[in-house]
């Protein structure tokens, strides 16, 4: 009996130790994943507990996750096993933020002041439908087989798209979503929120009030190796600084997401390694360090917090669009963006028509090419906090197209030979892009 006992009990003394030794540091990542997600998702999107573990956290570990929500005092818990409970709060006007035991949630907080404007000009220049426009050129068949093609057939579920919208000529000659979903569904952009971060220095620069040549404005830089690290080569991801973010495991970019306090510090921090334009690293924590750098152009927080809504967002009527901010009160310009559909498609009409929105100039069209000349050593995939095809990622779509991309699949593709903005929202990065871009623009003759 004591032999078969030891027999059996070995392998399971194994087995826990592996599982704390791989798996019990992640738990904290893990929770904390699940519950920002559940309560962005349910108070910002208006989805269920349900149809958000279902799909939006439905993936690897995440669903390892117990999760509650408290309607009443609008915030989200999330366990593993029992453990590592973490907590995001919601507040009106920052979104779910994810906060840690030291957080004070009765200190008074600040919210971005808001212009919505009531145009009843026809999209993208107002809230009203635009008048069905034919275009002769545009094989309309082809076109909705290629958008039917990027959606689950009945009984599957994986591509996982949630959006399709094309834009020829400002108008919209396509559009589909899932079922549970409208022009009027709120989506995460993820990483496609880097490009708003970015976009708000051209316009900085527009104004003559920032230089991106000169080196960054830090401090704690000044004195070291780090302090001739321009603002053009953050906005590059060409600093030469430390950073790792692989999302499979514990990293730099997982630790500041969902441990860290004050985001805009998790890049400052790291020591440089190689020196500026030599060595390409992709990092949002550099993208969240510019959140940082532009917070200090501003005397006030109030200010900062209003600039990216009334420079920006509300200025091309992205009225559904807000970002979240971190437990310091910076806007998470690495990754939560939140919009519609027809709202993601107005940032790529503002580069399509380099910077000119209705009339108004809210960056040099200068700058839409300097988003979009890939950074040296990039090889031709990024530009500056945009992603480009100029090494035919892409094979079958057109050299100029550049993007926002985001996690799991999310893109907004600017085709300036084309005249065409193509949006795509889902859930899961294994989607044939190229397919879907080389059809839509196969389905437009020139």
Avoid at 55 to 60: E, G, L, S, V
Avoid at 130 to 143: C, E, P
């Amino acid at each position: 009996m004591k032999k078969y006992f030891k027999i059996t009990i070995f392998p399971l003394f194994l087995f826990v130790g592996y599982f704390g030794f791989t798996s019990y540091p992640k738990l904290e990542l893990i929770s904390g994943f699940s519950a920002k997600s559940v309560a962005s998702g349910h108070f910002i999107a208006n989805r269920s507990q349900e149809i958000i573990e279902k799909n939006d956290n439905n993936f690897d570990v995440i669903g390892w996750a117990t999760n509650e929500i408290n309607e009443s005092e609008k915030f989200a818990t999330a366990t593993v096993f029992g453990l590592k409970k973490r907590k995001a709060i919601y507040r009106t006007g920052l979104g779910a933020t994810l906060i840690d035991d030291n957080f004070d949630i009765t200190k008074p907080y600040e919210i971005p002041k808001r212009i919505k404007s009531n145009k009843k000009l026809p999209f993208p220049y107002g809230d009203a439908e635009s008048k069905d426009t034919v275009f002769g050129n545009v094989d309309y068949a082809k076109l909705n087989s290629a958008v039917a093609n990027a959606f689950d057939a009945k009984g599957y579920n994986d591509k996982k798209t949630r959006s399709v919208l094309v834009i020829y000529k400002d108008k919209i000659i396509a559009e589909k979503y899932a079922d549970g979903f409208t022009k009027n569904s709120i989506l995460l952009g993820w990483s496609m929120t880097k490009s708003v971060t970015g976009t708000l220095f051209g316009i900085l620069q527009k104004q003559g009030r920032f230089n991106i040549y000169r080196p960054a404005p830090i401090a704690e830089w000044e004195n070291d190796n780090r302090k001739n690290i321009t603002t053009n080569d953050l906005l590059h991801m060409n600093s030469g600084l430390e950073w790792d973010e692989y999302y499979d495991r514990i990293c730099d970019a997982t630790k500041m997401l969902f441990q860290t306090e004050d985001m805009t510090r998790s890049q400052l921090i790291k020591p440089a390694i190689f020196k500026p334009n030599t060595h390409w690293n992709y990092s949002s924590g550099t993208t969240n360090l510019l959140s940082g750098i532009l917070r200090k152009q501003f005397k006030t927080h109030q200010e900062y917090l209003d600039f990216w809504y009334s420079a920006l967002i509300d200025k091309i009527g992205m009225h559904s669009m807000f970002i979240e901010t971190d437990m310091a009160g910076n806007y998470v310009g690495s990754s939560y963006a939140w919009a519609t559909t027809r709202d993601w498609s107005k940032l790529g009409l503002l580069y399509l028509h380099k910077g000119n929105w209705n009339g108004k100039q809210l960056f040099d069209p200068s700058w839409a090419k300097y988003v979009s000349t890939p950074t040296n050593t990039s090889h031709g995939r990024y530009g500056a906090q945009f992603w480009l095809n100029t090494s035919g990622h892409f094979p079958d779509a057109p050299r100029d197209l550049y993007y926002c991309s985001g996690f799991q699949g999310q893109i907004v593709a600017i085709i300036p030979s084309m005249d065409l903005v193509i949006v795509r929202m889902g859930l899961t990065e294994e989607f044939d892009f190229n397919e879907l871009l080389s059809e839509i623009v196969g389905s437009v003759k020139k």
